[in-house]
């Protein structure tokens, strides 16, 4: 097992190349990583807090997602069962319900075929109360550049590729962005999606794409959009429909309902009561990482968590739903008198604007959390917590994308430093997948050696030492070229190099008039060196949403990348 148990995490990187993934450890080790996993998450050794909280979290997982798809995938929801939480293993992921790019769209098609093939579940869990920064899709377009004039000649296209951010109507403008689930449907209508739908078809049309998933499935996108409360259970929905169309089966659950759940109550609980002994091991591990890493930021790899007096700022979010603008903030927890905790959103409780008071005691927490839930006071777990909590208590294995992933060798270590346990294995997956754009034909060919950097160099040089390009075969440039190097042969001692100056600077511009034919040649060469490179990063970008593909090129490069990081081969069955 050695090997599956790195002493350290090596450093990840997603794949340049088109059609190519990165997974680690490699996929083909899931089955061991499942038994590896469930060594550690049933060991008799595990505390009797652990062991029920992680009973109960995975009962309440099924059952939410069974409750949350049965409104448009009830034979799904029907077709995983109470009996299959002990009898099948569970892998695990999480994204934000964005209309992200196919390199994070692969790890759903990566997790259902792991389930295939060892026979287990997958589940996704929504991350829907981060904020919805990703409020528009950038779209390659093709346009005809305005030509200006210039001193030097050069050829340009007549069209080239650029892009353009299309916003995406889910919030009115000069509104603040507010966490996914807060950002309701309502403020999206219909005639603004016709407009932004439009603009998209005609941007991709315009360089050559194919029919994008998103025009092809307008209708279903509206439809989830109508019936949904809010824009992330609406694309949320809508992708896990055309991932059920194509094969792909994954249960689904929002992270928010997770939470409403008496057992991530618990788990607030346990977290609450120990939290002291939390904010140091969490301060004491992202030192330590930060150190190992040397990295200076102090926003990374995450905040140092605060203290005031006996108030702890702990790795949480606490806010109120249904409110015109529904704000994040971190949460702070402080002892109160009859064996009860203050959490709210501010280190002196006498200044907080949400607040909610929980009791220690077993037998009274699972109602005050469920009246917690129904005031509208939102309690969510920041990044390294809600992968502590999905790893220990839901997934038999969790599948990471590369932020994540890198990041979670830090959670590992709070595992490991406050629970007490070693910490489950996670895998981390990307891919990349390009659009298929093709360079415009008619744009200059630029000569392999050519290269920005070296053309900036000699135009440097063209400015500071211009007589090294005279052509020494032309009788003019010759003549100049003598005349430079006697003056350099020729200097004047101190005090007497005023003439000497005047007419080395009045030959300097001569040679610059002689070599200008040259300075504009490489500037034409600079700026269609420069343009082929915008055309390149254009092409090449994996960062297009994958709504913006054809729908089964992209589904059929996504499936061909799953089955072969399964079988541990680099084929990406381009």
Known sequence: MSHLVPSSRPSLKVPKENNRFLCWPPASDSPQLLQRNQVILSHRALPVWFRELRILARSQALTASKSYMSSYAPSLADFVSVSDLNAKHWVVGGHQPELFHPGVWFKNFLMSEIGKQTDSIGMQVIVDHDVARSDSLRVPYLYSPTIVPSTFAVHRPASELAQRSIPLPIRGESKPRMPWHSTLSLNADAESWNRTLANIEQSTKSCGLAEPLIHRHQELLKNCIASQKNI????????????????????????????????????????????????????????????????????????????????????????????????????????????????????????????????????????????????????????????????????????????????????????????????????????????????????????????????????????????????????????????????????????????????????????????????????????ATQRELRQRKIISSREYSFVLFEEQDVVDRLARLANAAYRDTTDSGK
Request: with cysteine.
């Open 232 to 527: 992330g259970d609406a694309f949320s929905e809508f992708r896990h429909r055309i991932e059920m169309s194509h094969g792909v089966f994954n249960l689904e659950v929002p992270l928010g309902h997770l939470c409403s759940e008496s057992a991530f109550g618990f788990f607030v609980q346990h977290c609450v009561r120990n939290a002291e002994s939390l904010w140091s091991s969490y301060n004491r591990c992202r030192d330590a990482y930060r150190e190992r890493h040397r990295i200076r930021n102090q926003g990374q790899p995450v905040l140092e968590l605060l203290r005031n007096a006996n108030s702890f700022e702990l790795p949480f979010w606490i806010y109120q739903e249904k409110q015109p603008v529904v704000e994040r903030k971190r949460m702070w927890a402080s002892s109160l008198p009859g064996n009860q905790m203050l959490l709210c959103d501010h280190a002196q409780p006498d200044r907080a604007t949400v607040s909610a008071i929980v009791p220690l005691a077993e037998e009274e927490f699972a109602q005050a959390w469920q009246r917690i839930a129904e005031r509208g006071v939102c309690i969510r777990p920041r990044a390294l917590m809600t992968t502590m909590y999905l790893r220990c208590f839901v997934a038999d294995l969790f599948v990471h994308g590369i932020g994540g992933g890198t990041y979670d060798e830090l959670t590992d270590d709070i595992i490991k430093d406050w629970i007490g346990i070693d910490a489950p294995i996670y895998l981390t997956s990307s891919a990349s997948l390009h659009l298929p754009l093709n360079a415009n034909q008619e744009s200059e060919s630029i000569e392999p050696t050519a290269s920005r950097n070296s053309i900036e160099r000699e135009l440097h040089l063209m400015r500071s030492v211009p007589e090294r390009y005279l052509d020494r075969a032309n009788d003019a440039q010759r003549i100049l070229a003598e005349a430079h190097s006697l003056k350099i042969a020729n200097i004047p001692e101190r005090g007497k190099k005023l003439v000497w100056h005047k007419e080395m600077a009045s030959l300097k511009q001569q040679i610059e008039i002689a070599i200008e034919p040259k300075k504009r040649a490489a500037l034409a060469k600079l700026e």
